[in-house]
């Protein structure tokens, strides 16, 4: 019997047709395959092989513990991408990388990161108020948490989901800074706590106070006052310019005129001496007072005078500065050295910056 050449060329395309069908159901991914974007990692040491058996030659060997990313599967072998090359691997030696959520909290006050989860253990860093912490886990009232590059425990009552509102432009709305391009403003909750709210501003090009830091701060242990007496352990408050830098390292940055402190440097707090309030040699001037501060001391590592009482009027205080410091002081402003440093670059004296320090429900007065 005859069979037509058109017959036969037919036959032949159905035939192609249906091996390239079979074909395609191995290597097409399973319509209930997972997205790409599911990781798993290698339960062993493991060949990525240019096709899905072992019969295909290995592109690279891929080590215990490394995560790739699924493409498709065929069979019992995915289709995975490691690194910059795509191949197949045995799904047995393949285990799911579980999506974990990330919980954050916020801290609701200055807070202390310990080592251990009790109020015995040594401080690792203090969180600023208004912070996001990541949790790690548990230990009773206390959460494990990551700040940064930091990971330790902090007390949950201090801690919420919440996320805080912005803080708020309280610069905006002062009258007395109008000559001002930079204002540290530093604001307490009452006249008797030692505890303080630092920010800085900084004007833009139209004008508009603009927020550049916002950090937890300390006064004198006794809070504020308008009326400062020396020993009074008291800071002032008030709008005040902004004086020398000083410090017992090397300028770290500031524009502000740098001096460095030798084991020389005393300030002068004796009230009936004609040096009252004034940055003195120790031991070219020791007959001329009875009482002085030693300069040489860790918490003016670095810091700034506050120009209180430039006319050094007896009695009304001396030795006012912004300084490092984790506590209360005896007059002066203080937060953490890496504030401080942040602040004294900052200060720019072209921009005729400024102080002010105040209870907040006085701020209007400003």
């Known amino acids: ?193 030692s505890n303080a709210t630092i920010q800085t501003y900084e004007k833009d090009s139209k004008g508009k106070w603009k927020l550049v830091l916002s950090v937890p701060g300390y006064i004198g242990k006794y809070g504020l006052t308008s009326n400062m007496s020396e020993g009074g352990k008291k800071s002032p408050q008030g709008k005040y310019s902004i004086g020398q830098a000083f410090g017992t390292k090397t300028n770290p940055g500031t524009k502000l005129s740098y001096r460095k402190i030798t084991s020389d440097d005393v300030w002068v707090d004796d009230s009936t001496s004609k040096l009252y309030n004034t940055w003195q040699s120790r031991r070219k001037t020791a007959r001329q007072w009875k009482s002085a501060e030693n300069m040489n001391v860790p918490a003016y590592k670095y810091g700034f005078v506050i120009n209180y009482n430039t006319k050094r009027v007896p009695g009304k205080g001396s030795a006012i500065f912004f300084h490092i410091s984790s506590s209360y002081t005896l007059g002066c402003t203080g937060t953490s050295e890496a504030n401080v440093l942040k602040i004294m670059r900052w200060l720019d004296p072209k921009k005729n910056p400024v102080i002010i320090q105040t209870p907040m429900k006085e701020l209007s007065k400003y």
């Open 1 to 193: 019997m005859k069979i037509g050449k058109s017959l036969v060329i037919k036959v032949l395309m159905c035939l192609i047709l249906i091996a390239s069908l079979g074909m395609s159901q191995e290597i097409v991914a399973d319509p209930k395959a997972e997205a790409a974007t599911t990781q798993y990692k290698t339960s062993a040491t493991l060949n990525l092989r240019t096709g899905a058996s072992t019969k295909h030659k290995a592109i690279t060997t891929i080590p215990k513990g490394k995560t790739v990313t699924y493409v498709s599967k065929s069979g019992s072998w995915y289709k995975v991408k490691y690194g910059s090359k795509t191949g197949y691997a045995s799904s047995k030696y393949l285990k799911k990388v579980q999506a974990t959520s990330v919980t954050t909290y916020y801290t609701t006050s200055a807070l202390n990161m310990r080592a251990g989860a009790s109020a015995n253990h040594k401080v690792i860093t203090t969180i600023p108020k208004g912070k996001a912490v990541t949790y790690v886990s548990k230990s009773d009232s206390w959460y494990k948490v990551k700040y940064g590059s930091k990971t330790g425990y902090v007390s949950s009552k201090y801690l919420t989901s919440t996320k805080p509102a912005a803080p708020k432009n309280y610069a905006e709305g002062l009258k007395t800074v109008g000559n001002n391009k930079q204002l540290i403003l530093v604001t307490t909750n009452g006249t008797s706590t």
